[in-house]
């Protein structure tokens, strides 16, 4: 029924899940998760992470290191064209701009976007974009670097519907959170009302940014669910739509 298009399985705690990866997965299932993306954020954390979901077909993942991560992770086309090739990844990143926390490494972080841009256009596979209080640098880069030609999603949304709006016009995705059901995100989910059915996602980010009513816990994609009520309560539509929906766009989307 429910598709998380932005999770991190390998940052997860197992002592929840009695450190066994296949009991987490037995409540993922349960919670009725069909598909989820594993995405990368550390090129050095990249093989321990495939290998931990290699063997699930349910589980696709991406390749890229996060902007905060920069200025320890050197990105090099060539080495993301190369582990982007493998058809278990369905995306390149997650990659953009965060001068909240990490203003500081700006010049990396636009240069290693820039790379990660040119690795998607290359094996046509969509960008999954990071950006906070970046929205002109993350826009230009996207404009300049073709998204129309690769595809994209800003995931994890919490920018302004202009921003929406002009990612919209370049023929991206837009994805929400659990960021959705906080008390103080009025703002997001008039942003989530007017994003078209077949331009959003949602998503969990777990191990991060848990749902009302788990908020403050460590998140997982089973709880993927509360953002599909969130945005159906939002939407005037049944949970049920608001999973198919998401569901053909993750489809769409990721090509799989």
């Given at each position: 029924?429910?598709?998380d298009?932005?999770?991190?399985?390998?940052?997860?705690?197992?002592?929840?899940?009695?450190?066994?990866?296949?009991e987490?997965?037995?409540?993922?299932?349960?919670?009725?998760?069909?598909?989820?993306?594993?995405?990368?954020?550390?090129?050095?954390?990249?093989?321990?992470?495939?290998?931990?979901?290699?063997?699930?077909?349910?589980?696709?993942?991406s390749v890229?290191?996060?902007?905060?991560?920069?200025?320890?992770?050197?990105?090099?086309?060539?080495?993301?064209?190369?582990?982007?090739?493998?058809?278990?990844?369905?995306?390149?990143?997650?990659?953009?701009?965060?001068?909240?926390?990490?203003?500081?490494?700006?010049?990396?972080?636009?240069?290693?976007?820039?790379?990660?841009m040119?690795?998607?256009?290359?094996?046509?596979?969509?960008?999954?974009?990071?950006?906070?209080?970046?929205?002109?640098?993350?826009?230009?880069i996207l404009?300049?670097?073709?998204?129309?030609?690769c595809?994209?999603?800003?995931?994890?949304f919490?920018?302004?519907?202009?921003?929406?709006r002009?990612?919209?016009?370049?023929g991206?995705?837009?994805?929400?959170?659990?960021i959705?059901?906080?008390?103080?995100?009025?703002?997001?989910?008039e942003?989530?009302?007017?994003v078209?059915?077949?331009?959003?996602?949602?998503?969990?980010?777990?191990?991060?940014?848990?749902?009302?009513?788990?908020?403050?816990?460590?998140n997982?994609?089973?709880?993927?669910?509360?953002?599909?009520?969130?945005l159906?309560?939002?939407?005037?539509?049944?949970?049920?739509?608001?999973?198919?929906?998401?569901?053909?766009?993750?489809?769409?989307?990721f090509?799989?």
């Amino acid at each position: 029924m429910f598709y998380d298009s932005h999770c991190h399985l390998d940052r997860i705690d197992l002592k929840d899940f009695n450190n066994n990866f296949s009991e987490l997965m037995d409540v993922i299932q349960q919670a009725q998760v069909e598909r989820m993306l594993c995405v990368s954020i550390s090129l050095d954390e990249y093989p321990s992470m495939k290998a931990l979901v290699q063997d699930r077909d349910n589980i696709d993942i991406s390749v890229g290191v996060h902007p905060c991560d920069t200025q320890d992770d050197t990105v090099k086309l060539q080495q993301l064209i190369e582990l982007g090739s493998d058809p278990k990844v369905v995306a390149i990143g997650e990659t953009g701009l965060d001068y909240y926390y990490s203003k500081d490494t700006r010049e990396q972080q636009l240069s290693s976007f820039q790379v990660h841009m040119q690795a998607a256009n290359e094996l046509k596979k969509p960008v999954i974009i990071h950006t906070r209080d970046a929205q002109k640098d993350t826009l230009d880069i996207l404009k300049e670097g073709n998204v129309e030609t690769c595809g994209g999603v800003l995931h994890c949304f919490t920018e302004s519907w202009d921003m929406a709006r002009q990612a919209l016009d370049m023929g991206m995705y837009i994805s929400f959170s659990g960021i959705v059901t906080f008390k103080n995100a009025e703002a997001l989910r008039e942003v989530a009302r007017q994003v078209p059915d077949d331009r959003f996602l949602i998503e969990t980010d777990s191990p991060y940014l848990a749902p009302v009513p788990h908020r403050g816990k460590q998140n997982h994609p089973g709880w993927v669910g509360h953002v599909a009520e969130c945005l159906a309560e939002v939407r005037g539509n049944s949970v049920e739509n608001i999973a198919e929906l998401s569901k053909v766009n993750y489809l769409r989307l990721f090509d799989t």
